[in-house]
């Protein structure tokens, strides 16, 4: 053990008659404490709800869509085997997104059709689609003559809504009608409520509906054609890299866009409340590093006598230095290791078990999400013991600059 370190050990155990100064450093341990932990649990938070944010997003929406200036997109098949030869693309499929208004017995509501090709689609929700889609032909009840009549899977928030279940029917008007001898008439079509699906988010539920591809086509009276192509991608991070390359590849008629792009405003804003919740609850581990310089303070004006007989028995500015330096890195460094240790459990407890609840229809999820990185976790001991440490720089230069004749004389 070092001699700094060791005269800092004992001024971390010594204590006046009162206790105060011991008092004053477990405060000090306890503020660093407090402040750690909940930059952790509030950071891990936040990362988590960013990490699940996007696990609901590309679960619903696909990583690129490629669509073709001027609207009518004919050549989709070739495009689909240009992009497959792509070795960063997963799979391509074909969609159709169009503005309906749907129409039940007891409401109407406006919605989004989306149809999608059942045999390539990929997406989470697009599978489970998939799945209800197949379940129904095999029960379908409602037909026309001898062609069933179209089917359509709705989104749990807007079936409620609608108040409509699995096989009944609804009618879809179109946003583009015709105009007849009377004036302008909607276009309705009859279609079978085929399945309801859930996303997690209420967003998309409320307003989506989905089909097959041909039915989209029979509700809409559309040819073969497609609004775009859906691609998704091996690294989700690179998606913007691999469609600069598609469009690089498919020409000028062609353009797209990525899914961090399209929710560029939302991330941001996510980006944006991290950095914040890091800087305000940084205040506290500032708040509590005052503490220590507070009590380093008081601790040099009490040991005025021992830094005198100290360099009067040879001991350097540096040394004394040093010897302050080391006890207030000691308190900061206590009060963040149990910090971290404090935050970790509380963080695993909470991802773990899952005990605080959500309202899904404010929140994109059932709980709290928690997701706690090592980067995280360093950055934030390494920032405390930093400010810590600078707490220390003045308290330890007093120290230091104190002449031991004044202070034997009239310490």
Not at 10 to 20: A, I, T
Not at 55 to 81: A, Q, T
Not at 95 to 122: C, E, P, R, V
Not at 284 to 309: G, R, W, Y
Request: aromatic content about 8%.
């Amino acid at each position: 053990m070092s001699f700094e370190f060791f005269i800092s050990k004992r001024y971390l155990k010594s204590k006046n008659q009162g206790g105060f100064l011991s008092l004053i450093t477990l405060l000090s341990i306890a503020g660093v404490a407090v402040g750690v932990m909940a930059l952790l649990v509030v950071i891990a938070v936040m990362t988590g709800a960013k990490t699940e944010l996007i696990d609901k997003i590309l679960g619903v929406e696909s990583h690129i869509l490629l669509m073709r200036s001027g609207g009518s997109f004919y050549d989709y098949e070739e495009k689909i085997k240009t992009v497959k030869n792509f070795d960063s693309v997963v799979s391509a499929t074909p969609f159709i997104y169009s503005q309906i208004i749907i129409k039940s017995a007891s409401n109407t509501s406006g919605a989004i059709l989306k149809g999608i090709d059942l045999n390539s689609a990929a997406g989470t929700i697009e599978k489970s689609v998939k799945k209800i889609a197949a379940e129904y032909q095999e029960t379908a009840e409602y037909r026309n003559g001898k062609k069933q009549i179209p089917k359509v899977i709705l989104g749990k928030s807007l079936a409620d809504e609608m108040g409509v279940n699995t096989g009944d029917t609804v009618y879809v008007m179109l946003t583009k009608g015709r105009v007849s001898p009377i004036g302008y008439i909607p276009v309705m079509k009859r279609v079978a409520v085929a399945g309801i699906f859930d996303s997690g988010m209420s967003e998309y539920d409320s307003s989506i509906i989905y089909a097959p591809l041909e039915d989209a086509r029979q509700i809409l009276n559309i040819e073969k054609i497609v609004t775009g192509i859906a691609i998704n991608v091996k690294d989700i991070y690179k998606a913007g890299e691999v469609l600069n390359n598609i469009l690089a590849e498919a020409g000028p008629l062609y353009w797209g866009k990525d899914w961090m792009s399209m929710n560029k405003n939302l991330f941001s804003a996510l980006k944006m409340e991290k950095t914040a919740m890091f800087i305000i609850l940084i205040l506290i581990v500032l708040v509590a590093a005052f503490n220590i310089a507070s009590m380093l303070i008081m601790m040099v004006m009490e040991k005025k006598k021992d830094i005198a007989i100290l360099k009067a028995m040879g001991a350097s500015d540096k040394i004394i230095k040093k010897i302050f330096i080391l006890k207030g890195l000691t308190i900061g460094g206590i009060g963040t290791l149990i910090g971290v240790i404090s935050g970790v459990c509380l963080s695993f407890l909470l991802s773990k078990y899952k005990f605080i609840n959500l309202p899904e229809d404010i929140y994109f999820f059932a709980t709290l999400p928690v997701e706690l990185k090592l980067t995280d976790v360093l950055i934030i001991t390494v920032s405390s013991l930093f400010i810590c440490f600078v707490a220390t720089l003045y308290p330890a230069r007093q120290a230091a600059g104190l002449n031991p004749v004044d202070a034997i004389r009239y310490g």
